[in-house]
């Protein structure tokens, strides 16, 4: 059975950090680029940042760089996004996504989400 469990979002305050995690069971973890996206209430779910399957590769969205760090420890099969300096307009759902592509198959899951609000 395949999860992907997100945890750690909460309630800061501007200026303030997070660490999100994202515990992976049930396939071969990896094997997976893993990406955070996010959800801002009436948005669209938006990409934060990825990390190639052996973690050598990272990519951010414009408005995280400098704030936000992607990282992964295949051996504990969790992802994790450091978020520092948070703003307001961090606010949102953060989803874990792992994807994968062999051969003409796509494996693509998600988490259900961990709500992150940043007010003061």
């Known amino acids: 059975q395949v999860q992907l469990v997100e945890s750690g979002g909460g309630l800061v305050q501007p200026g303030e950090s997070l660490r999100l995690s994202c515990a992976a069971s049930g396939f071969l973890f990896s094997s997976y680029v893993m990406t955070w996206y996010r959800q801002a209430p009436g948005k669209e779910r938006e990409l934060v940042a990825t990390i190639t399957s052996a973690g050598g590769l990272t990519n951010y969205a414009d408005s995280m760089k400098g704030r936000f760090t992607i990282s992964r420890d295949n051996a504990k099969k969790t992802v994790y996004l450091q978020m520092n300096s948070l703003k307001p307009e961090d606010t949102a759902v953060y989803y874990c996504?792992?994807?994968?592509?062999?051969?003409?198959?796509?494996?693509?899951?998600w988490g259900q989400g961990t709500q992150v609000t940043v007010s003061s």
């Open positions: 996504n792992a994807h994968w592509l062999s051969g003409t198959t796509v494996y693509d899951y």
